[in-house]
């Protein structure tokens, strides 16, 4: 079955880094768009960015410049570089195959000093 487990989120200050991972399996991963949304709390969950199988990219405009997204067809992972992180950043973020509605459980990033 699909399952897709991400690690890495925590605490950090404004201006600092992290490194979100997202493991997939049960899938031909290479063959499917991979992206990370985000949900802060008593917000709508967003769209962050999107890594598809053709190797095209989006953010969303709040985090272009800051945030990277990567992919490894080879280790079914796929990540998101965030660095410059401000305080408005504090959601849960989700690794999600849309094409059959597959999430993960979330990490929880928290930004602030």
């Known amino acids: 079955q699909v399952q897709l487990v991400e690690s890495g989120g925590g605490l950090v200050q404004p201006g600092g880094s992290l490194r979100l991972s997202c493991a997939a399996s049960?899938?031909?991963?290479?063959?499917?768009?991979m992206t990370w949304y985000r949900q802060a709390p008593g917000k709508e969950r967003e769209l962050v960015a999107l890594?598809?199988?053709?190797?095209?990219?989006h953010y969303a405009d709040s985090v272009k410049g800051r945030f990277t997204v990567s992919r490894d067809n080879a280790k079914n992972t796929v990540s998101l570089q965030m660095n410059s992180l401000k305080p408005e950043d504090t959601a849960v973020y989700y690794c999600?195959?849309?094409?059959?509605?597959?999430w993960g459980q979330g990490t929880q990033v928290t930004v602030s000093s």
């Open positions: 999600c195959r849309i094409n059959g509605n597959y």
């Open positions: 049960g899938f031909v991963f290479s063959s499917y768009d």
């Open positions: 890594f598809n199988s053709n190797g095209w990219i």
